[in-house]
């Protein structure tokens, strides 16, 4: 069965310097992975999806993530954090394992602070 | 260009009372589904549906029911409200494949006194 670890539950950047969100998954079949941006008291947006092609994925906002499927992981990375990107993120795997319809196994959660 | 809309925003209940949360979409999705966040826990699956008439149950199933007589429209009943459903709900839908992002609503801030 698939699963997905986020590492942190918190991280907290100055706003100019590079953010790194970590993400281990666990899954029998070559897995669809997503992330997610949550902004207070708002519903989840899509930031990127890994589907199998190339394995640096890159979002919206500056963000991307690279597939490492030797290490299980797909971490999401920003060079340079601004002030909008307080958020919380969510790494999510597509659960295949009842078939085509797409169940999703969300993370924890990350919450990240930027200090100005 | 509404994409995924639930009511209420937000609602408080009495414990045993009954409620329904309504959640619609417009793109023509086949898949819908609804989730709980609650904190520390990230979203756990509640029901999901993968067409009009087909309904199956998520991880956390209990206490809730759901039915699907449209495409756009999959709501959620509480038939009996409990403090444990205290949470914030939130309705996806996306096409039926797996490597479909999910559009998700604003969501249901749900408290049960």
């Known amino acids: 069965a698939q699963s997905v670890t986020q590492l942190d539950s918190h991280v907290s950047v100055s706003e100019g310097t590079p953010v790194l969100l970590r993400c281990n998954y666990s899954?029998?079949?070559?897995?669809?992975l997503f992330w997610y941006v949550q902004h207070p008291n708002k519903g989840l947006q899509l930031l990127l999806k890994?589907?199998?092609?190339?394995?640096l994925v890159k979002g919206i906002n500056g963000f991307e993530a690279e597939f490492k499927k030797s290490e299980t992981s797909f971490h999401l990375t920003k060079p340079s954090a601004h002030m909008s990107d307080a958020a919380e993120y969510f790494c999510?795997?597509?659960?295949?394992?009842?078939?085509?319809?797409?169940?999703?196994?969300f993370g924890k959660g990350t919450k990240l602070s930027v200090k100005p | 260009n509404a994409g995924v809309t639930q009511t209420p925003k937000f609602q408080v209940l009495k414990t045993g009372q009954s409620m329904t949360l309504q959640c619609a979409q417009d793109?023509?999705?086949?898949?819908m589904s609804w989730y709980r966040q609650d904190p520390g826990m990230g979203l756990r699956l509640i029901h999901y549906?993968?067409?009009?008439?087909?309904?199956d149950q998520g991880e956390v199933p209990n206490g809730y029911n759901v039915s699907r007589s449209t495409t756009e429209d999959f709501p959620l009943r509480l038939l009996s409200a409990a403090p444990s459903q205290t949470s914030v709900y939130f309705c996806?839908?996306?096409?039926?494949?797996?490597?479909?992002?999910?559009?998700f609503g604003d969501g249901t801030r749900l408290s049960i006194l």
């Open positions: 996806a839908s996306s096409r039926a494949d797996y490597n479909q992002p999910q559009h």
């Open positions: 899954s029998s079949y070559s897995p669809s």
């Open positions: 890994y589907t199998s092609a190339a394995t």
């Open positions: 999510v795997v597509s659960d295949r394992d009842g078939g085509s319809q797409g169940n999703l196994i």
């Open positions: 793109m023509n999705h086949e898949y």
């Open positions: 549906s993968v067409g009009a008439g087909i309904t």
